[in-house]
């Protein structure tokens, strides 16, 4: 590869599948006690005093992102998040990834790097080691499959089945955002493509892009959560949209629940994007998806040690399962709650 | 879905990615103790009183299997067989396993069903439970990525990097079944396409077809070692290639190899398969890939322990790392070994 003149591209054959990954994982350090055995052989080894944690996910290029507006160092940093997510939703401390990639002969050996780039910097600052995977090809496009392993002691795992009646349902962060984000992103592409020398000017959408882009998992929540002397009775990762996720936590609980419109959180460049392009600011915040944040009951009694909290917010309570699951709209309408979006007809009709 | 009549097909859409999941999986079985948390909530819990060994694939259509020639549920349980293989060669024992599907909209939920028939049985089979996953939509094709989870004490972890030079080289089964299998599928493939009224007779490939369909994995060789008290110097899983996984042993051991031609195990159907085909089947042997069979190193003293067990096979044995790593052929001579085949010209040219 030295010979390479600068700016040209290595084709992934020039370099075989195991020099790839050695010369890709060369700059990963591990840091965690816990790994015993890292890439290098047919397993990697882990040693945990107590329970372990492990959840997977597979990302597939054109369903979960497009390259078109995703640079590949952030889609390797954000295929990281997506899996630690999952583990800090149980209340868990995250400690290892592997890493899987199928990719067609279109990319090149410096966009790998791209991505491993993405996703050595999540490594760093999330504090977990990459102790496993592969590159494979793939007859089309891109595919990521990402496994986190994490630790934390029997008492403390939070199951999404723990939520009782009257209980205060939270959730970290503002909601939507990466949503609009993404809507901004398809527009300048849809505008990129009529004309290429237009310089789009992003800057007042950072926040809501960033959160689509380079999204952050709330590592944060069990250790504040842990400070403040509260331990969550249920909690979920709401990626997949805050209204099916409210549903999947009733379900498992087996509890109704009244969530209250007006206190669900928006930043406010959410709520002027949705103006800008015409859409219902909260159908984004509960089925726009994306937004790696955690929701959550906590006991009544706890609340005076959340209520102060900036990251937090009380967005409704926990009914007996008979009540049902309803939100209540700003204008004071009881509406069911459904999976995607929210149904508009009010429930006795 | 009661409704549908027989023969019908149901789309994936007709069911949610949740209960897609519940579905697939409502007759999965937990039969290990150390699962504490399966699938259902945001990651499985597994809890080890020792070492945890994990290790993940990316099995991908087109490039890892061709379904022209691969039913659904052997694919579903070679996808598991490919991964518990990993684990056995660590010496552990494998006991969980997560499985990630994406899949086009051309595969109907029934199709689904019969990859996760394939995953149940290797499941019941090996023993191991089924803990999380997901499945998920691709633009093109099938992907399944699976992460196996094992269990070993410390002491008896084998890892690659343990021979030394006059240790013995051992490898269980025989080799290049699996690689005859596919070229016979492939042929009456071609076959097929052009009279599709031709009913093949397979029988007579019966054996080197099922290496290829419906491997298995070499669960029986770390207990049958524990039971005969021979602790490997090091192991490897061969279905990259007996070649290339030889150098991957010597490089991590820093050793180098001899290996004697006239000692890798054969299966006769394989020999009398390569005559057929015109292929050398040495070659094959070296670099076919797909046998799910296990290379390791065994100090001398334990020969006699070994040397009856129709399972396993001495094939040569290691030396100095400047010795070189060698290939002795019938006619007695020394060529070097390379990873894919072996070449044909000697040393000193």
Redesign the interface.
């Known amino acids: 590869m030295q010979d390479n003149p600068k700016n040209s591209k290595t084709k992934l054959t020039e370099l ?1 599948e ?1 020099k790839l990954i050695d010369h890709l994982t060369t700059n990963f350090n591990i840091t965690q006690a816990s790994t ?2 890292s890439i ?9 005093q ?9 990302l ?5 992102f497009d390259l078109a507006y995703m640079p590949l160092k952030h889609l390797g940093y954000k295929a990281v998040i997506v899996n630690l997510s ?2 800090y ?2 209340n ?1 401390e995250a400690t ?1 990834i ?1 890493v ?3 990719c067609s002969n279109r990319f090149t050996v410096e966009a790998l790097e791209e991505i491993y780039a993405g996703i050595q910097k999540a490594c760093e600052i999330y504090n977990v080691d990459l ?4 590159t ?6 891109l ?1 990521i ?1 990402v ?4 630790v ?1 002691e ?1 008492e403390n ?1 939070v ?3 723990g939520a009782k009646p009257n209980e205060l349902l939270v959730v970290s962060g503002d909601l939507g955002a990466a949503y609009m984000g993404l809507q901004v992103l398809k527009r300048e592409n849809e505008v990129f493509k009529v004309n290429p020398n237009n310089q789009p000017d992003l800057s007042p959408y950072a926040y809501i892009i960033e959160r689509q882009l380079k999204p952050e998992a709330r590592k944060d929540i069990p250790e504040l959560l842990e400070k403040l002397e509260v331990k969550p009775t249920s ?3 709401i990626s997949d949209g805050l209204s ?1 996720e409210i549903l ?1 936590l009733c379900n ?1 609980s087996k509890v109704g629940v009244k969530l209250f419109e007006e206190k669900i959180p928006l930043d406010p460049m959410v709520i002027s994007s949705c103006e800008e392009f015409e859409l219902d600011s909260t159908t984004i915040a509960l089925s726009g998806g994306e937004d790696y944040e955690l929701l959550f009951t906590i006991k009544q009694d706890d609340f005076p040690k959340i209520k102060a909290n900036p990251n937090l917010s009380v967005i409704g309570h926990m009914t007996s399962e008979d009540v049902g699951k309803h939100i209540i709209t700003r204008a004071e309408q009881q509406i069911p709650l459904v ?1 995607r979006g929210w149904s508009s007809i009010p429930e006795q009709e």
């Open positions: 075989g195991f015993k055995l290098g052989d047919d397993a990697a080894v882990v040693r945990h107590d329970n372990t944690l492990i959840s997977t996910d597979l597939v290029e054109g369903v979960h999952d583990i939703a149980m868990a290892q592997t899987s990639i199928a102790v496993g995977g592969d494979t090809s793939s007859v089309k496009g595919q499959s496994t986190a392993i994490g934390a029997e795992i199951k999404r089945s909690m979920i990762d099916s999947h498992s999976a």
